[in-house]
């Protein structure tokens, strides 16, 4: 909907009418912001996170860590935007869930790129409506819960699209994990319904003291007990705004870039992820672009965790890339 007519770093396009029948992945823009309760220009997130690149958008990724191409090894396809004028909000977001449904209805996996946070609403019941409700656990990478109940008067809004979904019955509440939480936000009434809804929050004070990997694995066990499949939705101000200014409601303390990659990484090669959300991204306030390179290389660990994990093969972090001897253990694995 705004800026240059481009494909996720030069992969081919498509169109939501007439899908691939051989994509294993179709990228999806959401240019939404209009549930946003502080800071806008989210609209904008899907095309910077789409260029945020220095190498050429040539529809090819190699990875180093992982040794695949996710960018050829799996197909992906970008279907460009989703008209949601922020205007209708109502109409924006039952138009995003159709065009999720119409994606993972084909076995293909969606990737939408935001937009506010108000989109994992539509984006996760789209997928719950092919596997089915209750069947789809959610790994949520947030400084915030989003689990208000209305905002200004409106039960739509980037603080609110967990509740809708656990309301609905999209997703369980005993099945929604989420990760990096802090700040001041929500209050005692909102825990409690939180609580009630039996969800598991590591805030960043737990995850600091047991270690992010520890939470993860624990996470891992519930999100893959009774379940179909896995939605991770990441809102990049789960990072410190040191190094992702470039978001609505920035929040100090939280995890580091490095961190958010090695866990998103850990998520979808160990996780059967049925869906994907990157939301949050505001170029208006991205200094030097640090966020939406950041929203670009979770989407790239994401696609290539996916195609290590269908390649079939263990992966070991600890592996040398080069070993000093001549030769390169990690190509040979």
């Known amino acids: 909907m705004y800026g240059p007519d481009i494909t996720f770093l030069g992969v081919p396009p498509c169109d939501l009418d007439a899908l691939p029948p051989d994509a294993d992945v179709v990228i999806v823009g959401a240019p939404f912001d209009g549930g946003t309760s502080h800071r806008p220009g989210t609209r904008f997130g899907p095309g910077a996170i789409r260029q945020a690149c220095y190498l050429a958008h040539d529809g090819s990724r190699p990875s180093l860590a992982l040794r695949v191409d996710p960018l050829r090894d799996l197909r992906v396809y970008d279907a460009g935007d989703v008209e949601m004028f922020s205007g209708d909000a109502a109409g924006a977001i039952a138009r995003l869930e159709d065009a999720v449904h119409t994606v993972a209805a084909t076995g293909a996996i969606p990737v939408v790129l ?3 946070h108000t989109i994992a609403w539509p984006d996760a019941t789209g997928v719950a409506r092919q596997l089915g409700y209750g069947r789809v656990s959610l790994v949520h990478f947030d400084a915030h819960a989003d689990t208000g109940d209305t905002e200004f008067g409106s039960l739509v809004g980037h603080g609110q699209p967990m509740r809708r979904l656990i309301e609905s019955g999209a997703v369980r509440g005993d099945r929604f994990l989420q990760l990096g939480l802090r700040g001041y936000w929500p209050g005692p009434a909102t825990l409690d ?4 809804q039996r969800m598991r929050s590591y805030e960043m004070t737990e995850i600091v003291a047991r270690g992010l990997d520890d939470c993860l694995t624990e996470a891992f066990t519930i999100a893959t007990d009774d379940c179909d499949g896995v939605f991770l939705s990441v809102d990049v101000d789960v990072v410190d705004p040191g190094m992702a200014p470039g978001t609505g409601t920035p929040e100090p303390g939280g995890l580091t870039s490095r961190q958010l990659l090695d866990a998103v990484r850990r998520c979808c090669y160990e996780l059967p992820i049925a869906g994907i959300d990157v939301v ?10 640090i966020t939406a390179y950041l929203a670009n290389r979770v989407v790239l660990e994401a ?3 996916i195609a290590r994990r269908r390649r079939g093969d263990p992966w070991n972090p600890r592996q040398p890339l080069l070993d000093g001897r001549g030769r390169s ?4 694995a």
């Open 303 to 305: 696609l290539s965790a």
């Open 114 to 116: 935001g937009g506010d």
């Open 193 to 196: 319904w939180m609580a009630a």
């Open 329 to 332: 253990p990690a190509a040979e």
């Open 280 to 289: 949050e991204v505001s170029p208006p306030y991205d200094h030097a672009e």
